[in-house]
């Protein structure tokens, strides 16, 4: 593993017993994978700022988030983050490194306490054959990551600052809503700049439009903490 690691290893469950396995790629492993799965796994508490992997590393397994969420992000040309992806349970990163037998593309790091369990890159291979679920699950993961990589490109290319930060704002709920699986209002816990590097705005810019939606009654802030209030206006507003 390439991330820096202060705890010592734990296993706070079973795959099966995992609250996030079923949202898992590992949800759909029959019984003989699972046991090679959890006979191989290690699970491993990350603070917040703690890396997993390095951008430019050599990957040697897979890590899928069991609580917490973790930033995704290479480093642009003007040295800023450039966040591609909030990650929280039941996802699992650095496969496709894996996969392509590629160096990193991009950093993950701890946005807060986590636990990650690990994969080595043997047993993760292992799992990966034709004529299973897991398989064609893999694949579809892929294609829709694809997908959605290409759809970002383009709303970055072709929406203005306010409707971008509209979105990600409404995408942002759905994922902070993940691991405890509720409706309703839910608070995003993120720097101001870290949201800046997701939309792809100065931080002063973005102050400003959350400013604006906070007296358009869209949202509300407390500190650092984000409630949206009105998802509906949000998804209105991207696309004004």
Request: hydrophobic share 35%; proline share 2%.
């Given at each position: 593993?390439?991330?820096?690691?202060?705890?010592?290893?734990?296993?706070?469950?079973?795959?099966e017993?995992?609250?996030?396995?079923?949202?898992s790629?590992?949800?759909?492993?029959?019984?003989e994978?699972?046991?090679?799965?959890?006979?191989g796994?290690?699970c491993?508490?990350?603070?917040?700022?703690?890396?997993?992997?390095?951008?430019?590393?050599?990957?040697?397994?897979?890590?899928c988030?069991?609580?917490?969420?973790?930033?995704?992000?290479?480093?642009?040309?003007?040295?800023?983050?450039?966040?591609?992806?909030?990650?929280?349970?039941?996802?699992l990163?650095?496969?496709?490194?894996?996969?392509?037998?590629?160096?990193?593309?991009?950093?993950?790091?701890?946005?807060?306490?986590?636990i990650?369990?690990?994969?080595?890159?043997?047993?993760?291979?292992?799992?990966?054959?034709?004529?299973?679920?897991?398989?064609?699950?893999?694949?579809?993961?892929?294609c829709?990551?694809?997908?959605?990589?290409?759809e970002?490109?383009?709303r970055?290319?072709?929406?203005?600052?306010?409707?971008?930060?509209?979105?990600t704002?409404?995408?942002?709920?759905?994922?902070?809503?993940?691991?405890?699986?509720?409706?309703?209002?839910?608070?995003?816990?993120?720097?101001?700049?870290?949201?800046?590097?997701?939309?792809?705005?100065?931080?002063?810019?973005?102050?400003?439009?959350?400013?604006g939606?906070?007296?358009?009654?869209?949202?509300?802030?407390?500190?650092?903490?984000?409630?949206?209030?009105?998802a509906?206006?949000?998804?209105?507003?991207?696309?004004?």
């Amino acid at each position: 593993m390439t991330g820096q690691i202060t705890s010592a290893p734990t296993r706070p469950t079973t795959c099966e017993l995992c609250t996030a396995h079923h949202r898992s790629l590992f949800g759909s492993l029959g019984k003989e994978d699972m046991e090679r799965l959890e006979s191989g796994r290690t699970c491993t508490k990350y603070k917040k700022g703690q890396v997993l992997f390095h951008e430019g590393t050599r990957p040697l397994g897979v890590f899928c988030v069991n609580s917490g969420r973790i930033k995704v992000y290479r480093v642009g040309m003007d040295g800023k983050e450039q966040i591609t992806r909030i990650s929280a349970s039941g996802d699992l990163l650095g496969y496709k490194a894996l996969l392509s037998e590629n160096h990193y593309a991009q950093t993950a790091e701890a946005l807060d306490d986590c636990i990650i369990c690990f994969v080595a890159k043997e047993d993760f291979v292992s799992l990966i054959r034709p004529d299973t679920q897991f398989y064609m699950d893999l694949l579809k993961t892929v294609c829709d990551e694809n997908t959605q990589m290409a759809e970002q490109m383009t709303r970055m290319a072709q929406q203005s600052v306010r409707q971008r930060l509209a979105l990600t704002l409404v995408m942002l709920k759905e994922t902070y809503g993940i691991e405890h699986e509720t409706e309703g209002e839910i608070e995003i816990n993120l720097t101001r700049e870290d949201l800046a590097n997701i939309v792809g705005t100065a931080t002063e810019s973005l102050i400003r439009l959350l400013n604006g939606f906070k007296k358009d009654n869209l949202i509300e802030t407390k500190g650092r903490k984000i409630r949206v209030l009105d998802a509906d206006g949000l998804i209105a507003a991207s696309k004004v």
